[in-house]
C-alpha cells in the first residue's frame, strides 16, 4: 500500500541483513520526500519544524559522523561544511548551525543532498559489505532508528507548512487513511499491583527504556480504544474550550493566547468541519481517532469527560492485554506521564548520550506510535515525548479512569 | 528568637483551640509585614511575585469568602470591590484583577488593609468564639495553612523587590541565619521496596499530598545534608555554568537567557562574594546550605557532582530514618519529581479544589521547608513546587545516588 | 481655583525674583501631589511614565547637580546615592537606575523625599538671597521650567496609573474641567509666504526652539479651534477605526494591536460613554476637546475630515492671529510634523545638551499647551514631542486644509 | 558591463516604445534572478525582506491587477489565487497572503512564477501592440518604475539571505564593483534662500516627488562626495559605537540591543575587515563609500565628525551644482530629513494611491540611488524611505555642515 511509511526494522545481527536493512530504510526516506519541490524541501515553517531537505541531510550526517568516520578510515568526508550545517544539538560533537535559521539554507541544494546521501550510502554499503563487528552495527540500528524517527518529522513538518499555505496541497500522494477500530468504547479494568516496566533487552531500543525495573500500580480502568473526533465535537460544543476550570492553569493561558477553539489543522466551512492531512485538506471523518490535540486539550477533554489521561506505566501494562485496540497506527496517545528518567537510568557515553536525557524536563510522554511512524519503529516500551502545548504532530489520547 | 517565622500549628479541633491558632497565625502576618513601610508593601518587582499588601488582603479575603459569607449570616462585607482585587486565582469565584497589575493597586492603601484584617478578624472571632462545626474548623484551618504559605511569599517576594534596589534594604530587622549541620556529608543507603507515601490523614494535609498510596523503589542512596556554598563554588570554579553537557537542554538555554553565573542574589565584590537575604547584603557563608538556585542549576550541579537529585518518595521514605539532617529549617529542596497528582487523586469540591490540581504540569517538586516557613507549616509530606527555573525562593538541594 | 496648575514663570532677571519664582514653583509641585498617598506616589504603570515620588526627587537633583553643587562650594550633599537613583538620562553625568524600575524604588519614602526637597529647598534659598551671577539665573530658570514639565507629568502619569486601578481615584481634588470654546468651527484662511518661526530670544526658551529662522509657507486653512468628542463619535461610528485606507500603515497596525476602537481612557456604559480625567471618572462632554487620542489617530481622524493636521511652522503663524481660539489649555496639539532641529541647531554644551537634542528622531511634535500644563510655562514657539503612538499625555488635533 | 542593473528606462509616450521599453525591463529582472535556484528564490530572512520568486509574482500581478484587468477585457486570469499571494499591501484591492509568510510559499513554484510571468508578458505585448492611450502608458510606466524598485530589494533582500549562510554565496557571478571617486573630500559652499524642490512634471516621477514648491534654506555647506570605509575605521577607533553622547536616545539604544560594532556584514578576520557584497565575501576597500549602516550610525558618525547630515531639500539643491560627486551609484544616502509629504500633497485615487502616502511617518528619506539602482530609475528629486534602524539596503552618507 502506498500510505505504508517506513519498513519494519528488525535488526537481528547478521552482516547481511544490516545492509539490507540500511538500503530499505534509507530508501524509505527519499520515498517520503519523492512528492516534493527542491522549493519544499527548503521552507522552515517554525522553530519546531525543520525543512526535509534537512532531514535527508541531517540524517546521512549522523552515519557519516558516528559511522563512517569512527569505523572507515579511507572514507572521504563528502564535504567539511556539512557537519556544522547538519549536526542537530550534539555538543560533544562541536558548534552547529542555528536551529531556527534551518530554513535559511537554500544551499546546499536538495540536489546537492541527494548526492551526499549516495555517497554516504555508497560508502555504508561498503563498510557493511563484509563481517560487521557488534559496536558498529548496533551504531548502523541506533542510526536507521534515528532515522526513522525523522521519517515521521519530515512528514508533521511539511505539513505544517502546507497547513500554512493558502494551496494547501498534499504531502504525500495516494494517501488513504488507517482503518480504525469499529464498535463501542469499553472500559477496561486491571489490578494493578507491582508490574514490570520498560524494556526487556530484547532487540533495539532507546537508552530512555531502560532499565525494566518495577512500579506499583493502583487498579485502574483504561478505555480499549482512542477518543474520537464526535466526542471531540461534543466537547467543543458544550464550550470545552471556554471552560477554564476543566483545564490546567498553564493550558488555559496556552489555549488562550492560542486562540484553540478546535483540534489543529480544523478549518470550519458552510458544509462542516474539514482536516487538513497527508492528503490535504478532506472532511472531517468523525468516527476516525481525534488528531492534532495538545496535552492540555487532552488533558482537559479527560476531565470533562469524568475521566482521565492513564499513566505511561499503565499505557504499558494494559498493552500486555490483547483486547485492546488502536494502540498503534493511529495518533501518539498523550499521557498522564511528565517524561523523566526510569530508576537507574544512565545515558550513554558520548555524543549518543544526548540523544534522550538532556531532553527530560517539561515534557509529556506519549505512547504508541502515529499513522506516520514506520511500520516496526515502535514498541510498547517506546517512549515519545513533546512539550505539553505542541500540537504539530498526530496526537491523540485514550481515557483511564480509577475504579 | 526573632528570626523565627511562624508559629507551630497544632489544629486539635476544639473550638477554643482554632480560634487561638486563628489569633497566632493572623498576627505573625502582621509582625512579618511590621518593618515594611506603605510604599514597600506595595511593589511588585515581577509577575511572579505580589506586593505585601496584596498578601495580606488576599489571605484575608480568603477568610471572607470561605468562612464568613458561608457560615456568618450576619457578617457585613467589608468592601465589595475587595473580593475582585483580592482574589488570587479562584475562576469557580468570579473575575479578579489580573495578577501582573498587583502592583498597581496603590489603593486600598496599607493602612486600609489593617482595617480590613482587623474588621474580618472580629468577625471570624465571633465566628469561632463558640461551638464550632468541623466543616468550619476545616476551613479555617485551611485558611490558616493558607496564610502561611503567603507569609512566606511575603517574605521571599519582598526579598526580591529590595534586592533590586541599589539600597539592598533588610527584610527583617534583628534577622539571624539559621545554625546549620556541621562535620562530614555522608551518603546513606536506603534498601527500596514497597513504600507508602503521601499523608496518612492524621493532622492537616492538603489534597495534593493524598491519597497516600504504594510506590516500589529501587535501593539507592541519598546525602545525610545539603549542598553548601562552598561545593557550588568549586561547581563555578569548574565551568559548570558554561558546561553545555551537564545541563538540560532547557536548562542551558535559562542559564544563557538568564546571564545566569552564580545562584541568586550573589553579588561579586573585590573582597568576595555577598549574598542578599532577608537581613540584607552579607559576606557568604561558606558552610552554609545554597540557597536561590533554580531546579535546571540543582540538576546540573548534581550531574556535575556523579550525582542526582532524589525523587520526592525517596525524599519522603529517607524521611524515616532519623539520621537525617537538615530536612527543614533551611531551603526548599527540589527533587526529581514533576509535581504530578498522587494515583486516586481527586480535587475537592468548590473554589477549594483550585488549590493545587490545576498547577500539575511543568513544575517540580519541592520538600522539606525552608527557613521561612513557618514553624509547624510543614509535615514529610508536604509538596511544594515552582517552575525549574525560578530561583527567588529559597531553594537548594541535597544529593542522591543509585547504589 | 483650585484647578489651576503651576505659576506664570515670568524670569525677568533679578535675584530677588528668581527666588520668589524658585519658591512659587517649587510649591506648586507639592501642591499637586499633596492628595497622593505615599503608595500613589511610588507607583509606575508603565516604562513611559515615573513615579510622583521620583518625578518629586528627580526635578530636585536637578538643581542640587546643576546648581548647588557648581555655585555652592559649602552645599552639603543630602545623600550621595540620590545621584545614581534620581538621573533621568544624562549619560554625561554618569550611570544611572534604570528607568523601567523606577516603580521597584519603595525607598527613599516619599517622606524622605519630602525631605530632599526642603534640604535643596533651603540651600538654594540661600544661594539665590544675594546677588545672582546671570549663568547661575539661567540655569535656575531651566531648573524650574524642567520642573514645570515634570509637573505635568506627574499628573499624566498619575492618571494613567489611576486609569488602570478597579477603583478610578481621583488625581486632583477639587478638579473642574477648563472652559471652552462657543459656536461654530471657522476655517481661517492664511496666506503663507516667508514666516520667522522659534524663538525671539526675548525670555526663556529651549534650545530646541531655536534659532529663529524663516521658512517658506504655501497658503493654507487652519480651524480656529479643536476637534471635538462628537466630532470623534462621527468618527467611530462611521467605522474609522476599522478602514485602513484612512490610516497611515504602521499606524492601522499600532489600532489593531492595541485593541484602539475609541481615545483613550473612554468608557462605554449602558448610560453611554465616560472618561477618566484628573477628577476621575466622569459623563463624556461632547462638546469638549477630544484628548488621549495619539498622533496615528489624530492622522487618521484628519484624513477621514477630508483635511489634515497643520504643520508647525503653520500653528506658530498662525498663533499671531488673534481670532484663533483653544490655543492653549486644552490639549497639546498633534502637528505633521516630525521632530528635527531647526536649521542652524546646537545643543548646549555639556549635560544640559541632552536635554532636547537625542530625542530628534521619531517622535512627533505638539504645539500649544494643555490643560495641565503649568500656567505660563509655554510659548507659541513651544515644541513638545511624543512618539505617534502614545495617548496617554492630554492630546488631540485641530485641523488643516490646503486652500 | 555584467555588473550594470537595470535599463534606463525612457516612457516617451509612443506605443512602440513602451512596449520595447516593457520586454527591456522585465527581461532584466529574470537576468537579476538567473544565478537562483528555486530555492534561493524561495526564502524570506526577516519579515522585512521578501523571496525573489515573491518579487518576480509581484510586480506580475501589478500588470495583471492595474493593466490587464482594466483594459484587457478578453484576457485570462493565470490563476485566481494568485491576487490573493501576491499582493503586497494594496487593502483597496482586497486580502493578502500576510507579509512574514511570504516564505512559506514554496508553491507556486519558481517554475510557475516563470510561466505566470511569460502568460503576463504575452498579454502585454499584444495590449501595448497596437496604439496605446495615455493613462495606460501611465499605468505602464508606473509598473516599470515598480518593478525596477523590487529589481533592486531582489537584490538586497537575497544579500541578506545569502549573509545569513554559513557559505557565504554570491548573489550576481560576474560582479564587480564600481568605481568611485578620486582625491580629497571638498566642502561646498551653497547659498541657501528660497529654492524650488521637486518633480517639475517632465518624465515620470511618483506622487511623492510632488508637487514641486518652494522651501527657504540657510546657506549650508556640503560634502562633495560620501564617507569612506576608512573614515568609519576611523570613528570604530575612537570608540564610536560606545559613546552614548554621539547618538540619539534611540539610536544607541539600537546599536545596543542589536550588537551593532561596525556596518553591516562586516566580518572581522585575522587578516583583516571583509565584507559581504552581491559578489560574495571579499576585503574590504577602505577607499570605497561605506554601505550597510543604518540612519542611526551615519547620524552619529556625523556628529562624531563635527558635521551633521543634509537635509533632503539640501541634497536636491545641491545636486543643481555639476561639482558634486557620487550623487548616485553607490549607496543611499540618508538625510536628515524624516519622509513627510510635501505642501500641497494629495495621493493618487484608489489602489495606486496607497503607494507612498500611507507609509509617511517614522521613516527616514534617502537621496541618489545606490549600485544596484536600476540605471535610468532615479531622479535627483527621487525620495527613497527606510526606518532609521535599518542597514540591509545598500546605505551610505555624505556630510553637511552650516558654514
Given at each position: 500500500?502506498?500510505?505504508?511509511?517506513?519498513?519494519?526494522?528488525?535488526?537481528?545481527?547478521?552482516?547481511?541483513?544490516?545492509?539490507?536493512q540500511f538500503v530499505q530504510v534509507r530508501n524509505e526516506t527519499e520515498r517520503l520526500a519523492a512528492s516534493l519541490s527542491a522549493e519544499d524541501q527548503c521552507v522552515q515553517s517554525m522553530p519546531d519544524a525543520s525543512p526535509a531537505k534537512w532531514h535527508r541531510a541531517h540524517?546521512?550526517?549522523?552515519?557519516?559522523?558516528?559511522?563512517?568516520?569512527?569505523?572507515?578510515?579511507?572514507?572521504?568526508?563528502?564535504?567539511?561544511?556539512?557537519?556544522?550545517?547538519?549536526?542537530?544539538?550534539?555538543?560533544?560533537?562541536?558548534?552547529?548551525?542555528?536551529?531556527?535559521?534551518?530554513?535559511?539554507?537554500?544551499?546546499?541544494?536538495?540536489?546537492?543532498?541527494?548526492?551526499?546521501?549516495?555517497?554516504?550510502?555508497?560508502?555504508?554499503?561498503?563498510?557493511?559489505?563484509?563481517?560487521?563487528?557488534?559496536?558498529?552495527?548496533?551504531?548502523?540500528?541506533?542510526?536507521?532508528?534515528?532515522?526513522?524517527?525523522?521519517?515521521?518529522?519530515?512528514?508533521?513538518?511539511?505539513?505544517?507548512?502546507?497547513?500554512?499555505?493558502?494551496?494547501?496541497?498534499?504531502?504525500?500522494?495516494?494517501?488513504?487513511?488507517?482503518?480504525?477500530?469499529?464498535?463501542?468504547?469499553?472500559?477496561?479494568?486491571?489490578?494493578?499491583?507491582?508490574?514490570?516496566?520498560?524494556?526487556?533487552?530484547?532487540?533495539?531500543?532507546?537508552?530512555?527504556?531502560?532499565?525494566?525495573?518495577?512500579?506499583?500500580?493502583?487498579?485502574?480502568?483504561?478505555?480499549?480504544?482512542?477518543?474520537?473526533?464526535?466526542?471531540?465535537?461534543?466537547?467543543?460544543?458544550?464550550?470545552?474550550?471556554?471552560?477554564?476550570?476543566?483545564?490546567?492553569?498553564?493550558?488555559?493561558?496556552?489555549?488562550?493566547?492560542?486562540?484553540?477553539?478546535?483540534?489543529?489543522?480544523?478549518?470550519?466551512?458552510?458544509?462542516?468541519?474539514?482536516?487538513?492531512?497527508?492528503?490535504?485538506?478532506?472532511?472531517?471523518?468523525?468516527?476516525?481517532?481525534?488528531?492534532?490535540?495538545?496535552?492540555?486539550?487532552?488533558?482537559?477533554?479527560?476531565?470533562?469527560?469524568?475521566?482521565?489521561?492513564?499513566?505511561?506505566?499503565e499505557w504499558e501494562d494494559a498493552a500486555t492485554d490483547p483486547e485492546m485496540r488502536e494502540m498503534t497506527g493511529h495518533v501518539w496517545q498523550w499521557t498522564a506521564s511528565p517524561y523523566v528518567a526510569y530508576p537507574g537510568f544512565a545515558a550513554a557515553a558520548g555524543a549518543?548520550?544526548?540523544?534522550?536525557?538532556?531532553?527530560?524536563?517539561?515534557?509529556?510522554?506519549?505512547?504508541?506510535?502515529?499513522?506516520?511512524?514506520?511500520?516496526?519503529?515502535?514498541?510498547p516500551s517506546y517512549r515519545n515525548f513533546f512539550y505539553p502545548d505542541k500540537r504539530w504532530q498526530f496526537t491523540g489520547l485514550r481515557l483511564a479512569r480509577w475504579d
Amino acid at each position: 500500500m502506498d500510505q505504508v511509511i517506513g519498513a519494519r526494522l528488525c535488526p537481528d545481527g547478521g552482516a547481511r541483513t544490516i545492509r539490507e536493512q540500511f538500503v530499505q530504510v534509507r530508501n524509505e526516506t527519499e520515498r517520503l520526500a519523492a512528492s516534493l519541490s527542491a522549493e519544499d524541501q527548503c521552507v522552515q515553517s517554525m522553530p519546531d519544524a525543520s525543512p526535509a531537505k534537512w532531514h535527508r541531510a541531517h540524517t546521512t550526517w549522523f552515519f557519516e559522523q558516528f559511522a563512517l568516520r569512527a569505523h572507515a578510515p579511507r572514507y572521504r568526508e563528502f564535504d567539511p561544511a556539512f557537519g556544522f550545517l547538519f549536526n542537530s544539538y550534539y555538543e560533544t560533537v562541536g558548534p552547529r548551525h542555528p536551529r531556527p535559521s534551518r530554513g535559511l539554507l537554500t544551499r546546499p541544494s536538495a540536489a546537492a543532498v541527494s548526492q551526499y546521501r549516495a555517497h554516504v550510502d555508497a560508502a555504508m554499503q561498503t563498510l557493511l559489505a563484509g563481517p560487521v563487528e557488534t559496536g558498529l552495527v548496533d551504531l548502523v540500528v541506533l542510526g536507521l532508528h534515528h532515522e526513522q524517527q525523522h521519517q515521521e518529522l519530515l512528514l508533521t513538518d511539511m505539513l505544517h507548512a502546507f497547513a500554512q499555505s493558502p494551496l494547501l496541497p498534499s504531502v504525500l500522494s495516494g494517501w488513504t487513511e488507517p482503518a480504525y477500530a469499529q464498535g463501542p468504547t469499553r472500559m477496561m479494568q486491571r489490578p494493578g499491583g507491582i508490574v514490570a516496566i520498560g524494556n526487556d533487552g530484547e532487540g533495539f531500543a532507546f537508552d530512555n527504556e531502560q532499565p525494566r525495573h518495577h512500579e506499583y500500580l493502583r487498579s485502574y480502568a483504561i478505555a480499549d480504544r482512542l477518543v474520537r473526533n464526535a466526542d471531540w465535537l461534543a466537547f467543543m460544543e458544550d464550550g470545552g474550550y471556554r471552560t477554564p476550570t476543566l483545564w490546567m492553569s498553564d493550558g488555559f493561558a496556552a489555549a488562550q493566547n492560542g486562540g484553540w477553539t478546535s483540534p489543529g489543522y480544523w478549518h470550519a466551512r458552510d458544509d462542516g468541519w474539514w482536516q487538513m492531512g497527508p492528503g490535504g485538506l478532506a472532511p472531517l471523518d468523525k468516527d476516525a481517532p481525534v488528531r492534532h490535540v495538545s496535552w492540555y486539550e487532552a488533558d482537559a477533554f479527560a476531565r470533562w469527560a469524568g475521566a482521565r489521561l492513564p499513566t505511561e506505566a499503565e499505557w504499558e501494562d494494559a498493552a500486555t492485554d490483547p483486547e485492546m485496540r488502536e494502540m498503534t497506527g493511529h495518533v501518539w496517545q498523550w499521557t498522564a506521564s511528565p517524561y523523566v528518567a526510569y530508576p537507574g537510568f544512565a545515558a550513554a557515553a558520548g555524543a549518543i548520550g544526548e540523544y534522550n536525557g538532556k531532553f527530560m524536563v517539561n515534557q509529556m510522554t506519549l505512547r504508541g506510535g502515529s499513522l506516520a511512524t514506520p511500520a516496526g519503529h515502535v514498541r510498547p516500551s517506546y517512549r515519545n515525548f513533546f512539550y505539553p502545548d505542541k500540537r504539530w504532530q498526530f496526537t491523540g489520547l485514550r481515557l483511564a479512569r480509577w475504579d
